[in-house]
């Protein structure tokens, strides 16, 4: 009888135990935790319950308080905050992989070559397309010109457009379907001439000459293209991405496709510039919804170094005739940025010369005189001069860089720039100091979207073959924890998504992501190297 009661009070005490534990859907444990809080602590376990983080701690202390429907041992494995990239084109990556690859390139043959596999392959196609090109990495580093095209294309148009996305080379049928002949002139972009006709090289504004009678994806084929980079971004392990200027149109498709629940990765959108855009935008105003952060303008002060269509304050070291130009004159980006500095949305400002940063930085200064909440950005800040570097912490202006840019421009930046500016390029620890803060993204597809790519770029300033011996220009590497806040909770920050998640505190959205090694400790080699194990966004396991 004795043990008949004993037995009744061991089951008694162990059922009050369970049902005095609290209840979530997740629990994660026996995991090295990298929570990138504002203490930037580690952990071992955390909890979640309808999408977000409710505890944070111990293994232990969490498997006595919380029973879960979903319990995950992670034996030891690292977790860190679902990764951003607050500067990026996810549209474009997902037009990019219907399109000719033309990234890594030895050659103008070989780029020919890819574009009538491409074809052969693409039979149906009215045009071919491709993107990636750079003669930066070509033994003859001079722009391409229409000739080989005509030869291989006599019949199609062609259109392929520079890494960088600022260029592009078209082959005669092109030329002539877009009217573009020797007289063409665009503000803020360059038709290229040789021996006074077109090269078939359009610089920055030039482009849209020819953008105007491309055949464009409709709907259909843009879900299919935005659930394609989803699939990418998800598999390394990205939780939010961004896409750096869309049309209305565009942005109430990525609305409906998360309403519909088929796209699940997060979205940042930048409002592409232009009259009925302001006009609907400013009227609405910003917005953000579970998956959406819909509260910025991008604007475009000038172009890329690789193509010279930065703009600089004094010429280019490697052709001192011209200095680049500016895309928008002065008064007319400052009537821009007027409306919105009147307006609760951020600007945006793509800026990569330092005649340009210069510029918006003082024209930010003017509107927005000190420090203040607004979190206005510089896209890029690539080439800053020295007397400029000041201003980001004046006017609170976050710097949103590309590390990968750094590495992948370093083999001719200082034939663009000079031993002297050049040192103001690719300035990542300089600008980080101004605040305490900085967001880094890919820029992809003009980078790979990988963020340990850029991760590795920053902390060690060397490319994929470990090149240059000692990293590059090394008093700008960024530290390993500033470098994960930098794609975590600061890129949050500069998304004014802080309160929402970026990283892993109770409250927030469960977006995290689980990789093979701790890039917090391994051996710098190692970093690109990583691979994406999980990846969860808010507690629901995508890949």
């Not at 201003?391 to 202006?397: A, I, L």
């Amino acid at each position: 009888m004795n043990h008949r009661y004993l037995l009744f009070g061991l089951f008694m005490a162990l059922l009050t135990a369970c049902s005095s534990k609290k209840k979530a859907d997740l629990l994660v444990h026996h995991a090295v935790v990298y929570t990138a809080d504002s203490l930037f602590t580690s952990a071992q376990a955390f909890a979640v319950k309808d999408g977000k983080f409710v505890a944070v701690g111990s293994s232990e202390s969490l498997l006595n308080d919380y029973q879960a429907d979903s319990v995950v041992d992670l034996k030891g494995q690292p977790v860190y905050p679902g990764f951003y990239d607050p500067h990026a084109h996810f549209l474009g990556l997902g037009q990019m992989l219907d399109q000719a690859d033309l990234v890594g390139t030895n050659s103008f043959d070989e780029v020919v070559q890819r574009l009538k596999n491409f074809s052969e392959k693409h039979p149906a196609n009215l045009w071919v397309i491709g993107r990636g090109w750079d003669q930066n990495d070509w033994r003859d580093k001079q722009f391409p010109t229409k000739e080989k095209l005509d030869a291989a294309f006599p019949n199609l148009p062609v259109c392929i457009t520079r890494i960088d996305g600022h260029a592009v080379l078209l082959n005669s049928k092109a030329l002539r379907l877009a009217g573009i002949a020797k007289g063409s002139k665009v503000p803020g972009g360059e038709v290229v001439l040789a021996n006074n006709e077109p090269t078939g090289v359009l610089i920055d504004n030039a482009m849209g000459l020819v953008r105007r009678v491309i055949p464009q994806p409709d709907a259909n084929d843009k879900e299919r293209m935005l659930l394609a980079a989803q699939k990418v971004c998800l598999s390394l392990g990205l939780t939010t991405v961004s896409d750096a200027g869309l049309d209305r149109k565009d942005i109430e498709l990525v609305e409906q496709l998360h309403r519909e629940n088929k796209l699940k990765i997060r979205d940042y959108v930048m409002i592409k510039l232009g009259e009925p855009n302001l006009d609907y935008y400013l009227k609405r105003g910003p917005f953000q919804t579970d998956r959406l952060t819909v509260r910025s303008f991008k604007l475009y002060a000038d172009g890329a170094l690789g193509s010279r269509g930065a703009c600089l304050r004094k010429p280019y070291h490697d052709r001192p005739e011209t200095a680049g130009f500016l895309l928008l004159n002065p008064a007319e980006l400052e009537r821009i940025l007027t409306l919105l500095e009147a307006s609760t949305f951020q600007a945006n400002t793509h800026c990569i010369g330092d005649s340009a940063n210069h510029l918006i930085l003082d024209l930010y200064g003017k509107l927005l005189k000190s420090p203040n909440p607004r979190r206005w950005r510089i896209e890029h800040a690539q080439v800053v001069s020295p007397d400029d570097f000041w201003k980001f912490n004046r006017y609170s202006v976050i710097p949103s860089v590309q590390p990968t840019h750094a590495t992948s421009d370093m083999y001719w930046a200082a034939d663009r720039l000079g031993p002297i500016r050049v040192k103001g390029a690719y300035a990542f620890n300089d600008l980080m100091k101004q605040n305490g803060m900085i967001a880094f993204g890919s820029d992809f597809p003009v980078e790979a979207p990988n963020p340990l790519y850029g991760f590795h770029a920053a902390v060690a300033r060397v490319d994929a073959k470990g090149f240059p011996a000692g990293g590059y220009q090394m008093e700008n590497a960024v530290d390993r924890a500033s470098a994960l806040k930098a794609m975590t909770s600061w890129a949050a920050y500069a998304n004014f998504e802080d309160h929402l998640r970026g990283s892993i505190e109770p409250g927030k959205q469960a977006d995290f992501v689980v990789l093979q090694q701790d890039i917090m400790k391994i051996p710098a080699p190692q970093l690109r190297g990583v691979k994406v194990l999980q990846t969860w966004i808010g507690g629901e396991r995508l890949f």
